[in-house]
């Protein structure tokens, strides 16, 4: 048996930023795992609020939430594995574990959870197999476990992907995907194009691993989103995949008193394309939850 399947409890290596290990001076550290490790960020005291990324990034495309959310709460960040910082995968395991794994090591009883993406899939697996240790879930351009209709998005870009993987090229991986409709609609700005092609590049090897052996959740997200009973916010950008508004859609009609707030002109990448509406839906939404 994988051990990584085991509810073992991680180890913490802590690496400390500022004057002390004080959460609200912040800090940089590593949960060890039974088999890899998960790199994150903290600061702030107060309520807990995990930011989870979307694929092929890491916890950097949080940089204009992470300090805005640790006035008044504990904000944690981090890679998931395979990406940034993190271990990479070296046999099965499953996000929401090592989500769990990740809190337990920190002293998380409950938190907010805030996903993008790949992100979101993983915060609406994590609340559906641990539904005591979520108070509010912030799901943005969210990515959904077993969803089955991935019609409509746009394909163009896999043959230049698929060349560049067999080329063991990093730059082409990156600027591969980044012409994909999930990131085009970012890469129009100035001011991101050169932050994504740097989280984008840096995040190759995701691409250059063999097949991904994460074990999707059983039974999958996709058909149990009424049994998600906390607060809820949806967040997407009308020029999103056509795949993910309808996920969007999805959980507007399954999720009980769930509220959508839409960005006119945005795409997949909401909190770094609009982070300043973004941040203050949050807050809105935050505020009224409480």
């Known amino acids: 048996m ?15 930023l500022g004057c002390g290990p004080r959460p609200d001076s912040g800090r940089a550290g590593t949960v060890v795992l039974p088999d890899g490790s998960l790199a994150f960020d903290e600061r702030g005291r107060g309520p807990a609020m995990v930011f989870i990324h979307g694929g092929n990034l890491d916890r950097r ?8 959310f640790a006035e008044g709460r504990r904000v944690i960040r981090y890679d998931v594995r395979g990406f940034g910082q993190s271990s990479a995968p070296v046999g099965r395991y499953q996000s929401h574990r090592d989500l769990a794994a990740l809190l ?40 959904l476990s077993g ?14 992907i698929e060349a560049a993987v067999k080329d063991s090229n990093p730059a082409a991986i990156a600027a591969a995907w980044l012409s994909s409709d999930y990131m085009r609609p970012a890469m129009e700005l100035p001011r991101l194009a050169p932050v994504l092609e740097r989280l984008s590049r840096e995040n190759t090897p995701n691409w250059l691993r063999p097949r991904d052996p994460e074990a999707v ?9 009424r049994e998600l009973r906390v607060p809820t916010l949806v967040l997407v950008g009308d020029r999103d995949s ?19 707030v839409r960005f006119p002109g945005a795409g997949h990448m909401v909190n770094m394309e609009e982070p300043a509406r973004f941040n203050q839906a949050v807050r809105d939404f935050l505020a009224e939850a409480r």
């Open 147 to 160: 969803w089955p209709d991935w019609s409509g998005a746009d394909t163009t870009w896999y043959p230049r």
């Open 217 to 225: 959740l059983d039974p999958p997200g996709a058909g149990r989103l």
């Open 242 to 260: 056509p795949p993910i508004l309808r996920i969007a859609d999805s959980l507007m009609a399954a999720v009980e008193g769930a509220r959508l």
């Open 61 to 68: 495309m949080w940089d204009e939430q992470f300090a805005v």
């Open 104 to 143: 337990d090591s920190l002293g998380v009883e409950r938190a907010t959870l805030v996903g993008l993406s790949l992100g979101g899939r993983i915060a609406i697996d994590f609340a559906l197999t641990h539904p005591t240790r979520v108070d509010r879930l912030i799901l943005a351009g969210s990515g």
């Open 2 to 16: 994988n051990r990584g399947w085991l509810p073992v409890t991680a180890l913490v290596a802590l690496t400390f």
